[in-house]
């Protein structure tokens, strides 16, 4: 193994008693001990550098080390965003961590965007490193948020024998196929109800500025659209398509259930949203690795779609109110011009960025149920990869009850950990509400625990590799 270009060491120490005085309060269940003597006496240290493929790394590895790492895979990033390393999703969460013994370690990836390709090599350069510096680990854990959470999946899957488990929370888990095709189905709708004369296109963009301008055109028409009833109906039926929920972001006020007006207004802030960065400038970016457009539309029966949404109810009702005929509507999708995929670019995302089901150890997935930008029903995608690749069993699935993306707290974090660390210990999943909602107060008593009883419907355009049927556009 090449070793990585020069860093740089920061230590911290403090007083023992204080260590263990701190390990001791925040002990839970499955207490481990260190790996060696030599870890046990050293102070807590901080670790940061780069990798030879150009990536930052950063490592904290407290004094108490319990022998556990986790490995950390952070969320996408767009290009010429800032892309430090990271090893937890949030200081708190660190911070908890690192009182409880747990080492973290993670990588920034080599480059920004769809950088699948870059980021599972360099998580496994950073685990290298971490175990030439610390030696092995008792116990190597995958975790990551988001985007994160397809790279954390890759490396469970491919890399098994790297992980004794993984944590994938908000995650990524459709896979990019799938991702990019349920991203193009709400921007197909739009244009073709709202924007039907307009040459705005919807893949293929040469260079950022070409997605810009088409984002910028549908954005308008978006945006003169949601001054009608007619137009907030046809928005909510684009919502419908993306499995965006009414209320999805914390700062929303939560409407009734049958508020369809107050629902569709949050629809609209996540449309727009969805317009302005992944539905045009994150394609794009993703299109220039795989060279070419990586998702279609053609077959697709966009009635069905909407018929299996959990917002068609809202929909039916909007159309009823503004005096639109939402089966005229339906066949105007029908009719119009269908995206082709490019095969070489299908053949790229399925090669990088697509998952097998095929899990060797137990994963535990979390997902909040009022996501926006990766709706709660991918974590139905991976049960089905997993459950037809013969692993269901291994998997662990975990809803929290709340708006937002990631929009976790971390107790409800080290609860899920905790709930990981329970499969390994015993064999057997324990994932009600009663259980994770216990681990996550005895984790942070301060906070309220929101884990829920909630079951997602299929995933509206499934892909993964457990299906040969999914390998035909």
Known sequence: MSLPTPHRIRIRSRARTAVLALTLCAATALPAAPVSQASQAAPDTRLEGRLPSGAAYVMDVPAAWNGTVLLYSHGYRAAGWPNPAENAPSPETRTALLARGYALIGSSYATNGWAVAEAVPDQLATLDLFTEKFGTARRALAWGTSYGGLVTTRLAERHAERFDGSLSMCGLIQGGVANWNSTLDPVFALKALLAPGADIPLTGFADQAA?????????????????????????????????????????QPEPEPTDW???????????????????????????????????????????????????????????????????????????????????PAVRWMRRTSVLTGRLSDPQLTVHTTGDALIPVRSASAYRRAATAAGAGTLLGQAYVDGPGHCTFTPGEI????????????????DTSPGALNARARQEDPTAEARYVAYRPGPYPRPYDLAHPADARP
């Open 211 to 251: 997605a810009r301008s088409a984002a910028g055109a549908l954005t308008a028409a978006v945006t003169a659209a949601q001054r009608t009833p007619e137009g907030r109906a046809r928005i909510a039926l684009a919502a419908a398509l993306h499995d965006i929920p009414g209320h999805n972001d914390v700062s």
């Open 261 to 343: 007006e107050a629902q569709q207004a949050n629809q609209y802030a996540a449309v727009r949203g969805l317009l302005e960065l992944p539905a045009f400038s994150w394609r794009q970016e993703a299109e220039s690795r795989a060279g070419g457009n990586p998702s279609w539309n053609t077959g697709v029966d966009y009635t069905s779609v909407l018929h299996r949404s959990p917002a068609y109810r809202q929909v039916t009702e909007l159309y009823k109110r503004a005096g639109l005929s939402l089966r005229d509507d339906l066949s105007t999708l029908a009719r119009a011009p269908r995206v082709s995929a490019d095969p």
């Open 414 to 429: 080290l609860g899920a950990l905790r709930t990981l660390e329970h499969r390994l210990a015993t064999g057997r999943w």
